[in-house]
C-alpha cells in the first residue's frame, strides 16, 4: 500500500486548489481562511467560535481574528447564548447571499473538473469517504 503518496497527494492539491479560487476570493474581498469559516457557519448554523475552532482544526484566537473581519464586513449576526460568555453566530442576509454567490461560483468549478478528469460518481463516493476516515483519524489522533 503506498500510503506515503495518497498523503502527498491530499496535501499537494492544496496550493493549486487555493490558487484557482483565488480570482473568487478577490472579487469578493476574503481570504480563504474567511471563506471556509463563513462557509463552516453557512453549513452548521447557528454555531459558535469554540464550535467552529473544533470543526476546523484552528485555534480560538485564531478564529476569533476571522470572525470579527466577517462581522466587520456584515455578514454575521451574534445573539448572546444561555451562557453569559457564549456567542451565537448565524449569518446575515448579506453573509448569505455572498456564501450562496461564491457556492456557485465554486460548485460550478468544482464540476468542471472532476468531468474533465473523468471522474464516475462512484470514484467520488469512495474518495469522500476515504477523505473522511483518515480525517477522523487525523482528527482522533489530535484529541489524544
Known amino acids: ?4 503518496k495518497l498523503f502527498d497527494s491530499l496535501t499537494g492539491m492544496y496550493r493549486p486548489y487555493v490558487k484557482l479560487f483565488q480570482p473568487i476570493f478577490e472579487e469578493y474581498d476574503l481570504f480563504s481562511a474567511q471563506w471556509l469559516v463563513l462557509k463552516d457557519i453557512a453549513l452548521n448554523e447557528p454555531t ?4 467552529i475552532s473544533k470543526r476546523r482544526a484552528i485555534e480560538k484566537p485564531t478564529t476569533r481574528k ?3 473581519v466577517l462581522l466587520d464586513k456584515s455578514l454575521l449576526t451574534i445573539k448572546q447564548g444561555n451562557d453569559k460568555r457564549e456567542r451565537i ?19 460550478r468549478i468544482q464540476e ?5 478528469a473523468g471522474i ?18 487525523l482528527s482522533n489522533s489530535e484529541e489524544e
Not at 468542471?112 to 474533465?116: E, H, L, M
Not at 460518481?121 to 477522523?136: M, R
Open 120 to 137: 464516475t460518481s462512484k470514484d467520488v463516493d469512495t474518495t469522500i469517504n476515504t477523505v473522511l476516515a483518515l480525517h477522523e483519524q
Open 48 to 51: 459558535t467560535l469554540v464550535q
Open 89 to 107: 453566530l448565524t449569518l446575515s442576509k448579506s453573509g448569505t447571499q455572498l456564501y450562496e454567490d461564491m457556492s456557485k461560483q465554486f460548485d
Open 66 to 68: 476571522i470572525l470579527k
Open 112 to 116: 468542471d473538473i472532476v468531468k474533465r
Open 1 to 4: 500500500m503506498n500510503t506515503k
